[in-house]
């Protein structure tokens, strides 16, 4: 690389999913939203609808993540601090405090708490007890609960002491949800929550010097406890007297109980009691006792509207009632959510005290399953739901005198790991392919941006909603430039459509009506597509067919296991939110490819989108043949014997000459194609058959400006190998020096033809992405093999907190753009983490 060049790396993107786990998702005071995406946490701007990072650190699926201060304490401390902090937990029981400043938004690891669960983390719950200190509490399948305090530094580069204030072990029947708070009229006393499997809400008491000491059980839940939390304290006359419990069971109830001081009698809406009794007066339990105050803790009201398990109950957070900020209003407003898909909003009314069901939201789903939580914005006027199919839903109230709540865009991806990604033939967006039986189109929505020079990326289609674990894809040549192939856990490679609502929906998407002009629209009579009953294809719909398809109305019910609504092909003017991706955005199936004896693996097409390779998974000769389809009349015109185990990956040349294939045997494999003149006839000649690693070899990538490529293996190295003009044999060039992983996705790029000189990224099994420079000499295949045929440097190591958190199963760059002084690329990366990753690299 020339030294006047330089290079720059920039994340443009992030598309992931949400685990699918209780617990996982956290909002905090700083108004930004966690979540945890496989083992790495995630964090997402709720207002810009965009992933901004990703936290690696964690060796295990990450189960719960928590605010300090969480969106209950916004009211006091967002405006004032200048660090937040997170706590995430996994499911080895690792728990890891992260470090967010809001000047310059960056994020540190602060510390690894010590190893104090054997099993996984299923909770994690804190309060402020000051500005600089936090008492947080982990709960654990292996049957502990641990209670921390936390005293963070006056100053950014300060220092942090931890310390264990109490380890409580439960029993056999772990605790899954905990809640913490400040017990009213006591300097000092912590009131802990614990609710489990045993169908008991337990609470213990103590202060930050001794044991907490179970105080009492509170017993009317029927099943299991999934939620509980705290209200801040209910204020009369200007004292503090009570606090209230919300808890959430898998009996379909919300209970809530108030814990006052005896003597004290105070109604559901703050204010003194003056009547006798009413249909809000409490059935009293039992009396908490904590040092030398007690609390009468009293079933304050039972709600039933759910008809499914109840996951998540939160109360709306507090709002400041002064301008000074000394007063704060603590709404009685609460937030459920349940497995019946939908959220519900729950009010006291002013005149009976009876709590209602104010306000119900849900989402259109073909899985059976509903909502794992659901979370206030710390302004109380939005709410997100993340739910079983790893998506988020957000509301936001926009309503001036009466409550209006309406769906908003929020970030999405794939909810299990990504395994193959493809630019669309013209580059203007990514197909991806995952483990979570999907397939999905992220691109650049260019009237979205706030500003000119960043481009807002989006989920714009999902044309494939499986019912097996989604392998490979590959872009073919089509009807508008637009038709793919994929294989799954299955043995049928399927090719699909771009129908024209999507066609239409890219043109709004990326402003440019030349690109895809009328006549091109003329062909596609396909609209939609719609889903069969076992999701293992999709029919289409077609132009003349619109008007027998019944309107979906939003309003209508929500669907149930007996029936799923039928597709309504629409064209999008604004970037989709979950339910028109899942209903509204598939493309219809053209046909499927016979041959192959197992699942299927690998695929990849030519330059010229004409011909497509496919692999299988392996262990013999036979089945381990690669697969050559004609695209158009979709016959296979070779099966290409070499191998004896599964071919991991292929690729044509350039040229389109060759093929070269990698395989678990640890060979590569060249061969080549053979058109007649008139394209009609295939045939095919194996050039070399090498054992090239050590180990398995997991990648390949050609060099765009000639018959050079490299292979990158398990065995942590990438070799680069060149294929000469007149003998055809493979000779081994150069030996990148030794990576720090397995290497698992190579991807080549040219930059300039003349010096033959390009950009090779290389993705690892530790999830880390590195840019080196490769420069061929352009004599080298008639030079000794002790010359120095090319030149290999390291040009960027990505930063961790841009790569993924597990391995990158493959790379693709988009063609390049050249401009006056500069080239600008774009890079694409997909992982075991769950994302799809874009990069911006400048080199100028």
Known sequence: ????????????????????????????????VAF????????????????????????????????????????????KL?????LSGDASGAIILWEFSIGDSKWREVLELPQSHNKGVTCLTGIMISETDAIFASSSSDGTVCLWELILPLAPDGDYKLQCLDTIFVGSRPMVTLALAKLPGT?????????????????????????????????????????????????????????????????????IWRIAHKGSSVTSNGTNKQEGTSLASYIEGPVLVSGSNSYQISLESLLIGHEDWVYSVEWQPPLTASTDETFFHQPQSLLSAAMDKTMMIWQPEKKSGIWMNIVTVGELSHSALGFYGGHWSPD????????????????????????????????????????????????????????????????????????IDQQSWHEIARPQIHGHDINCVAMIQGKGNHRFVCGADEK????????????????????????FSEDLHVDVQVLGANMSALGLSQKPIYAHAVHDIPDRNANDSLDTLESIPDAVPVVLTKPPIEDQLAYNTLWPESHKLYGHGNELFALCCDREGKLVASSCKAQSATVAEIWLW????????????????????????????????????????????????????????????????????WS???????????????????????????????????????????????????????????????????????????????????????????SAALVVRLDPYMCHASTVNRLSWRNPEKTQNNMNMQLASCGSDQCVRVFDVLVG
């Open 187 to 255: 300097s000092g006393h912590i009131v802990i929550a614990m609710g489990g499997l045993d169908n008991k809400v337990h609470l213990y008491c103590g202060d930050r010097k001794g044991k907490f000491i179970h105080c009492c059980e509170l017993k009317a839940h029927t099943d299991w406890i999934r939620s509980l939390d705290f209200s801040l304290p209910i204020c009369s006359n200007g004292q503090s007297n009570s606090i209230l419990l919300v808890s959430s069971s898998q009996d379909r109830g919300i209970r």
């Open 700 to 790: 390949c990538s050609w060099n765009p400006f000639g018959q050079e490529f490299t292979t990158g293996s398990r065995d942590k190295t990438v070799k680069m190998w060149g294929v000469e003009k007149e003998s055809c044999a493979v000779r081994h060039m150069v030996t990148l020096p030794q990576f720090s992983s397995s290497v698992t996705a190579l991807s080549w790029v040219g930059i300039d033809r003349q010096r033959n000189y390009g950009f090779l990224a290389v993705g690892m099994e530790n999830g880390l992405i590195e840019l080196w420079s490769l420069v061929i000499t352009s004599n080298h295949r008639n030079m000794s093999l002790a010359g120095v045929p090319a």
């Open 630 to 697: 004609e695209v158009g009349s979709w016959k296979a015109v070779g099966r290409l014997p070499s191998h004896s185990l599964t071919v991991t990956q292929m690729e044509f040349s350039h040229d389109n000459t060759m093929l070269l294939a990698v395989s678990r045997d640890r060979q590569f494999s060249v061969f080549r194609i053979i058109r007649t003149a008139g394209g009609d006839e295939i045939s095919y000649q194996l050039l070399a058959r090498q054992e090239a690693h050590k180990r398995i070899i």
């Open 492 to 515: 049928v490679v399927r090719v699909f459509e771009a129908p024209l609502s999507f066609l239409k929906t890219l043109n709004h998407a990326i402003c440019q009506e030349s690109t």
């Open 380 to 451: 109380g006027n939005s709410i997100l739901a993340h739910g079983y199919g790893g998506a988020f839903h957000l509301w936001k109230n926009i309503g001036v005198n009466v409550d209006s709540w309406q769906p908003q865009k929020v970030p999405s991806g794939h909810f299990s790991a990504v395994t193959d990604i493809a630019w669309a033939r013209s580059g203007e967006y990514i197909l991806s392919v995952s483990h979570d039986q999907t397939t999905r189109v992220f691109a650049p929505w260019k009237n979205e941006s706030s500003c």
């Open 36 to 79: 945890g995406a496989q083992n790495a946490v995630s964090i997402f701007c709720p207002k810009r609808a965009q992933i901004l990072t990703t936290l690696p650190g964690h060796k295990a699926s990450v189960n719960c993540t928590h605010w300090i201060p969480s969106n209950k304490f916004a009211f006091r401390a967002a405006k």
């Open 82 to 86: 200048e660090q937040h902090y997170l």
């Open 1 to 32: 690389m020339s030294s006047n060049e330089a290079v720059e790396v920039k994340r443009l993107f992030i598309g992931a999913g949400c685990n699918r786990i209780v617990n996982n998702v956290s909002w905090g005071a700083c108004d930004l």
